[in-house]
């Protein structure tokens, strides 16, 4: 951990995320260069991508960061979730840190700019690597599924992929979304409106790690009916593992972190072993170092995204994991990492 971040974890969450905010916005160019090395491009359907690092939604919500964080080292971007509406979210303290775990539970609500802000900022982004939008709906919305597709129209046509949120546990009743009577009709919907695109886009279907096996079989007949092109998984957790130790583990809200990595990669090995390979899988939960993403990647993930790890070890992480990602690929005798992905789960 370097010594500022270790200054911003003395700073309340979310006093120090917004000062994160800042520094990645100005202070990006102060820091090295990023990493490259060829054996981490990777094409994932025509996307290329400079390496399979990703950061996770809820870091960069509205878009303002796109360019510093492809900079410093990540391969692609998940901004939002965005909403139709800007909306403040729950009240504070909303985010808690569980430092003995490495984690944190956060319950912000999908506080965000609004769609028309975060338009603005995706087309003025010079974009220099692959960039995705996570959206979601206002929480007073009536009509949640009216929100998706709303939003999916202003949005698909200034990035790479759209991510459908369904699975943040921050939001009441959002995860009733993932029930079959709802996600039938919204993938089919939004598959509609994708369908008629003269661009088409990927669309990925972020989901829970909190569920069972049937469901997410559920969940994978319904993403192939309707051409959905892939799954991230997972979204923070609403369980809390024995293995907690911090106190705030009492706290309201999705559990991010070390401590979700089993789960969320328990969900990643069923999807691949399901799916037969034909979806773009990416793993999400719980990576903090180039060995859990490898891990990830093993399983079946194409990408990978974090977003804990970084608020505990901070930007240096990054050349790190890509660093020894290399060395990983290379200690098994493959040359792309491409290679790698789903060697442990076939
Ligand atoms: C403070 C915070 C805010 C988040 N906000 C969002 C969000 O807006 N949309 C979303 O899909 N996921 C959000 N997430 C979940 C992450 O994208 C990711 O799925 C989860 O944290 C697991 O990854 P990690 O263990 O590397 O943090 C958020 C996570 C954290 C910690």
Do not use: W
């Amino acid at each position: 951990m370097s010594f500022l971040t270790g200054l911003l974890q003395l700073l309340p969450p979310e006093t120090a995320h917004n000062f994160t905010i800042q520094l990645t916005k100005y202070g990006s160019s102060l820091l090295g260069s990023a990493f490259q090395d060829q054996s981490l491009h990777t094409n994932v359907r025509g996307l290329n991508f400079k390496n399979p690092l990703g950061i996770a939604a809820g870091f960069d919500k509205n878009a303002e960061l796109i360019d510093p964080l492809l900079k410093i080292g990540f391969g692609f971007v998940e901004c939002g979730t965005v909403t139709p509406m800007p909306q403040f979210g729950n009240t504070q303290p909303r985010v808690f840190r569980l430092k003995k775990d490495n984690a944190i539970i956060n319950r912000l609500g999908f506080n965000n700019k609004g769609e028309k802000r975060f338009v603005k900022n995706l087309i003025s982004a010079k974009k220099s690597g692959i960039v995705g939008s996570n959206i979601g709906p206002n929480k007073d919305s009536k009509n949640f599924i009216d929100d998706y597709l709303k939003i999916y129209r202003k949005i698909s046509i200034s990035c790479d992929y759209v991510t459908i949120n369904v699975s943040s546990p921050n939001t009441e009743a959002l995860r009733d979304l993932q029930r079959k009577e709802y996600l039938e009709v919204l993938l089919r919907e939004l598959s509609q409106i994708r369908d008629e695109e003269t661009i088409r886009k990927l669309i990925m279907l972020k989901i829970d790690p909190d569920n069972t096996n049937d469901h997410y079989s559920m969940i994978i007949n319904l993403v192939n009916k309707y051409n959905i092109d892939g799954i991230i998984a997972t979204n923070t957790s609403l369980s809390r593992p024995e293995i907690l130790r911090d106190l705030n583990k009492k706290r309201e809200g999705g559990l991010s972190g070390a401590p979700i990595k089993d789960l969320s990669d328990k969900v990643l090995k069923f999807l691949y072993r399901e799916t037969n390979q034909e979806l773009i899988l990416i793993g999400v939960g719980g990576v903090c170092s180039a060995l859990d993403a490898y891990n990830k990647i093993k399983l079946g993930a194409s990408l990978v995204q974090l977003y804990t790890s970084l608020t505990y070890c901070g930007p240096q992480l990054i050349n790190e994991i890509l660093i020894d990602l290399v060395k990983l690929i290379k200690d098994d005798g493959f040359t792309n990492i491409s290679e790698a992905v789903g060697a442990d789960n076939r």
